[in-house]
């Protein structure tokens, strides 16, 4: 799920065009480099923040803790999201401090409120779904955004689009389609193709296109900034999760966890800062490159991801998983380069 405010990562719908706030933050960490080390310090700053963020939340979410019959699993999800989102919200409040500090924000509180509510369900069903599928196929379910972008687009919105959109979008199913597809190898198998952990997916998609769409409306009737959407929808959805893993006493089986596996902690904590570093590197792209740049680059990343996680934690892929993998990214690289004209209907 991209956090508010940033453009949309791998996720994949980075905007045509990036001003204000967040072209200032690209502009002024990128200012004193000189032109030919850009791109490299882009690439790589994007690269490695969101490679080890991958790679970590596997780490964090997958792992194992303990040894032998009192092995345990990492079954917090909701305070892992609300470390996450202190983390973002401390890092734009010192952006909109150094940076942004001139530019009022007129969006109405509830209006971030909103938006919080699917940002967060967005992510928390994204972790959650980590403890039924493999960390590949949730990189890949992450990917197929352009899916209910699209779809909101054109049932919300009243968005039409060219062709090359439409096929973008079939080839990214098609490759879904077959690496989630599992034949049967005998009468008595019973393996899922799709069961809880792809319903999770499915639901975070479609609270991430639900969240790009509030940030669109906000932007074009507030001219509402990055870092103050990045900022507000992090301190409403530290409040809402505040409160939830209150309620649920979450929280302190989580303290309780992280006594009996203090290393932990460290992982966390860079799960975060690695996630807010990446939104910096991602601006920065943008504003000197433009979004198809940014777009390889990050589709580029994601899949390096799958193969990390294939290598590192012994996810196995068969062939025709291989090639679904590849026509979803093939798809992904097509929709960056091609699938961005967009008209709006008359009405």
């Known amino acids: 799920m991209r956090p508010p405010g940033a453009p949309r990562d791998v996720a ?9 706030p967040a072209a200032t933050m690209g502009a002024s960490a990128a200012a004193g480099l000189p032109e030919r080390l850009r791109l490299p310090v882009c690439f790589l700053g994007v690269f490695a923040c969101y490679f080890y963020y991958g790679i970590l939340q596997e ?3 997958r792992g194992r803790y303990g040894e032998g019959a009192k092995q ?6 909701l305070t892992l ?17 150094f940076v942004d500090a001139a530019r009022p924000d007129r969006t109405r509180g509830w209006l971030y409120g909103a938006c919080s509510l699917s940002y967060l369900g967005a992510m928390v069903s994204s972790n959650s779904a980590l403890q039924f599928v493999s960390y590949p196929t949730q990189v890949l379910g992450k990917s197929c955004k352009p899916i209910p972008v699209m779809l909101l687009g054109v049932t919300l919105l009243r968005k039409r689009y060219p062709p090359a959109k439409y096929l973008c979008v079939l080839l990214i199913v098609a490759g879904v389609a077959l690496f989630l597809y599992k034949p049967k190898k005998g009468t008595g198998d019973t393996e899922h193709v799709f069961g809880y952990g792809e319903l999770l997916l499915l639901l975070s998609l479609t609270l991430d296109g639900l969240t790009g769409v509030s940030q669109d409306h906000m932007r074009a009737h507030y001219q509402t900034g990055s870092n103050h959407m990045m900022l507000n929808v992090n301190l409403w959805s530290t409040l809402f999760l505040g409160a939830g893993i209150l309620f649920t006493g979450e929280l302190w089986e989580f303290l309780s966890f992280t006594e009996r596996y203090p290393s932990i ?13 990446g939104q910096s590197f991602i601006f920065m792209t943008v504003v000197y490159f433009g979004p198809l740049t940014c777009s390889i680059i990050t589709t580029t990343r994601k899949f390096f991801t799958i193969l990390a996680s294939v290598v590192l934690f012994a996810n196995p892929i068969s062939p025709m998983q291989w090639v679904g993998t ?6 992904l690289g097509l929709d960056a380069k091609f699938g961005k004209g967009v008209k709006k209907t008359s009405h």
């Open 265 to 277: 902690i460290s992982n966390i904590l860079l799960f975060g800062l690695t996630s807010a570093l």
């Open 72 to 77: 345990e699993k990492f079954k917090y999800a």
């Open 326 to 331: 590849i026509l979803v990214f093939l798809g």
């Open 12 to 20: 994949l719908e980075v905007p045509p065009a990036l001003s204000g």
């Open 81 to 97: 999201v609300f470390i996450q989102c202190v983390i973002n919200a401390a890092f734009a409040k010192l952006l909109i401090r």
């Open 59 to 61: 780490s964090i979410t």
